[in-house]
């Protein structure tokens, strides 16, 4: 995602988390075909691999870091061994597979710590964002799939089984005999981001930008400047990341979580209508509104994360009012106004037109 003569990263604006499968290969967390670079003059490294089902990149610079760049990969591959025993949907050892079957499971820090995080985001969001509603975005995926769509019968049933407000902050059932399934998608990619920073900051990194499915950056690239990051155009079609570029978001050397969510790269179409793949978790259904993508701007690549999921599930304009009303986050939004595409930026989103 990143190359070597640009300071330029480039965001995917995916489509939403919250509805995509929790699958991360094994192999991919076993960094097959990683390599490290490193810059003699600057100083600095770039780890890159496989992990999560994509590519990951890990850019840093060495000054004052006394521990040697194989063993920082060797700690970089351990904490996404431990994301992929703990929080994996696809390793069905994982802690995550063994709570979601019933069986005994002792949470690790790792597995409370996103849990305390998703609940918050759950009583934050008024129930928008849901991580104990797999089986509801399950359904639809499953109807995109067959041509067949859910019925209200059916969403309703599935909606019965599904929500955080069904379970403790111990990740005990409230209610006898019901135990929501739990996916972290909306987070677990943003969470991962900054589990790795920590990780840099610990060893006395001060210059980073993290990229595991989402962004985390803080300092400076190898040219001194803070990191600057492209948002793609969001329509139909733009499926190769850094092609069409909206605009360019410049940071300000403090450390920022970069996270884009949109539906324009994956939907379904039936009887000339289109069917986003973001699921409002309140009411079982595809949402309907005119935004394309959101980007959100936090402190942390979690929360980031996070939010812009909720921008996607709300629609433009609560999301303006959102964003608005949060001193500690920034946004940009890009809609469709009547067939052509607008965008709307908080004001404090430094933002560079392409």
């Known amino acids: 995602m990143m190359s070597g003569n640009t300071s330029q990263m480039i965001i995917i604006a995916l489509m939403n988390k919250i509805v995509k499968s929790f699958l991360w290969p094994l192999i991919g967390l076993c960094l097959m075909s990683a390599a490290v670079s490193c810059s003699r003059d600057a100083g600095y490294c770039q780890l890159t691999g496989y992990a999560q089902g994509g590519t990951y990149s890990v850019k840093f610079n060495m000054k004052g870091v006394k521990v040697p760049k194989d063993e920082i990969h060797n700690g970089i591959e351990s904490i996404l061994t431990k994301i992929d025993t703990t929080l994996s949907g696809y390793n069905k050892g994982s802690q995550l597979s063994r709570f979601n079957e019933g ?30 509603s797999g089986p509801l975005f399950d359904i639809w995926g499953f109807g995109f799939t067959t041509d067949q769509m859910p019925s209200q019968s059916q969403v309703d049933s599935v909606r019965a089984t599904c929500g955080m407000d069904k379970l403790d902050e111990g990740m005990a059932p409230l209610v006898q005999g019901l135990k929501p399934r739990l996916n972290f998608n909306a987070i677990a990619q943003g969470y991962s981001s900054d589990r790795i920073a920590d990780y840099l900051h610990s060893l006395g990194v001060k210059d980073m ?146």
């Open 103 to 132: 069986l005994p499971v002792v949470p690790n820090d790792m597995f409370k710590d996103i849990y305390s995080l998703s609940r918050k985001f759950y009583y934050e969001t008024g129930g928008a964002l849901d991580v104990a």
């Open 209 to 354: 930008l993290v990229d595991i499915g989402e962004i985390y950056c803080e300092g400076v690239n190898q040219k001194g400047n803070p990191w600057s990051i492209g948002i793609d155009r969001p329509f139909d079609g733009n499926m190769t990341p850094g092609a069409d570029l909206d605009g360019i978001w410049k940071g300000d050397g403090s450390g920022k979580g970069v996270v884009t969510s949109g539906n324009y790269r994956k939907f379904y179409e039936k009887d000339g209508k289109k069917y986003s793949h973001t699921i409002d978790p309140r009411t079982g259904f595809p949402v309907q509104h005119n935004l394309l993508s959101a980007t959100i701007i936090a402190p942390d690549a979690a929360t980031a994360d996070a939010y812009a999921t909720y921008c996607m599930v709300i629609g433009l304009e609560e999301a303006k009012a959102f964003i608005s009303s949060r001193e500690d986050i920034e946004g940009y939004l890009i809609y469709d106004s009547d067939g052509l595409m607008k965008e709307w930026a908080s004001s404090g989103f430094n933002l560079a037109v392409n």
